[in-house]
């Protein structure tokens, strides 16, 4: 009788803990779920169809709201998959001032996060790709 209570009780925490965990761009959890889906589409199809995974992360962007830590990393997330896209549709010069931006910005809360270490090896893709291979090895 005990432990079919117990149970009972934690299906009503369920909820409660899912609400605590708060979503990673501060958002309810359905806006969570689509910029997650849209991250994985644009990480799914980047080498296959670049310009898919650009429109993948511009629609995972448009799902962050807020200033919060979690909320600026997933910005910088799409941001940085934006890049990446642009520079494999060879729009250096686009790719360029979005991948330095987000540098920029993640260098000030996140330094050293793997996120900023994935936009400087972009950094460095992008400047070996303009032959400013010293540039380069100083963002490897």
Known sequence: MKTERLKGLGILAA???????????????AQQAEFDAAI?????S???DSAAALESARKAESFVSGESKEAQEARLTAQWLKGEALMRLNRADEAAETINAAIKEIAVNSNGSKLHADLLRSQANLQVSQGDYGEALSSF
């Open 15 to 29: 909820p409660a803990l899912a609400l605590l965990s708060a979503p990673a761009i501060g958002a309810p959890l």
């Open 40 to 44: 994985g589409e644009a990480k799914s």
């Open 46 to 48: 980047m080498m296959a």
